[in-house]
């Protein structure tokens, strides 16, 4: 797939690795300058110069922990020097749990407090400061990645549903709010995906959730998890100028998971 991206500017957070660096990489590959914003700061420098040399622009590094809602206002503030304007933002970045796979009952509230921060509130920080611009402007592309966890709930994994889920219905209200201002938002809500963390805890040889891996993806039509750039390229469907008339909508990304699974009789 092959979009004209040229003279875009896209900020992607969560970009230094999996699925956000994908995002990134393709919307530089396909003519965006793009800033990898990441907590990780000298991972995104790695990965920014790779896509600056693998696919020319001029594609920057940016340490941002989504949280700390003065530097990531400071960080647009840098964009918005270096660049002049904002054009497309990724809302990529979150975090879920491993070591608290528990009922509601035992969940720690600590574990919900961290979580939440990252995928909803932190989404919610970066979202607020970047469509400032846009507004003015009068356009801009907002893609939020939200999970199927956010569709269909899942099992001991309450605070990430929650936020999820909240990611979902944020996407919808953004939409409302910011479309007399002449900006698309939209989300995209992946099922599993292939990265190098689910490789070593879900579908590696010696992997520790192997077991459950399997009984999952046996209810996946299409019988595997998605490649990372399989998200990248629903995310850069939605940041095509031509894709001008949906917004609202989270586009689910998941070999049809959530559509429903046979089961033999």
């Known amino acids: 797939m092959k979009v004209d991206l040229t003279g875009k500017v896209a900020l992607v957070t969560g970009a230094a690795r999996g699925i956000g660096k994908s995002i990134a990489n393709t919307l530089a590959e396909n003519g965006a300058d793009v800033v990898f914003a990441d907590i990780d700061f000298e991972q995104a420098e790695e990965t920014a110069l790779e896509a600056n040399q693998t696919y020319g622009g001029n594609n920057k590094s940016l340490q941002m922990d989504v949280r700390d809602s003065d530097q990531v206002e400071l960080s647009i503030e840098k964009i918005l020097a270096d660049f002049g304007h904002l054009d497309i933002l990724v809302n990529n970045a979150g975090v879920n749990t491993l070591a608290h796979r528990v009922n509601i009952d035992q969940f720690p509230l600590e574990e919900w407090n961290r979580i939440l921060d990252v995928d909803l509130t ?9 469509s ?31 936020a999820k889920a909240g990611v979902v219905n944020l996407t919808k209200a953004m939409a409302i709010e910011l479309a007399s201002s ?13 990265t190098e963390g689910t490789k070593e805890l879900f579908y590696g040889n010696d992997a520790k959730f192997q077991e459950s891996m399997r009984n999952m ?8 998890p998605a490649e990372t750039e399989e998200i990248a390229h629903a995310a850069l469907f939605l940041a095509d100028p031509e894709t001008s008339y949906i917004t609202g909508h989270v586009l689910v990304v998941d070999g049809g998971w959530t559509a429903g699974y046979i089961r033999d009789f």
Do not use: D, W
């Not at 402007?137 to 549903?161: D, E, T, Y």
């Not at 993806?217 to 299409?222: A, E």
């Open 217 to 224: 993806l046996s209810h996946v039509p299409l019988g595997r």
């Open 132 to 162: 400032r611009p846009m507004i003015e402007q009068k356009h801009g592309r907002i893609i939020n990645i939200a999970s199927v966890a956010g569709i269909m709930p899942l099992r001991l994994q309450c605070a990430f549903v929650a």
């Open 122 to 130: 932190g989404l919610f920080i970066v979202s607020q400061f970047a």
């Open 182 to 194: 002449g900006i698309i938002v939209n989300g995209i809500a992946p099922g599993s995906v292939l």
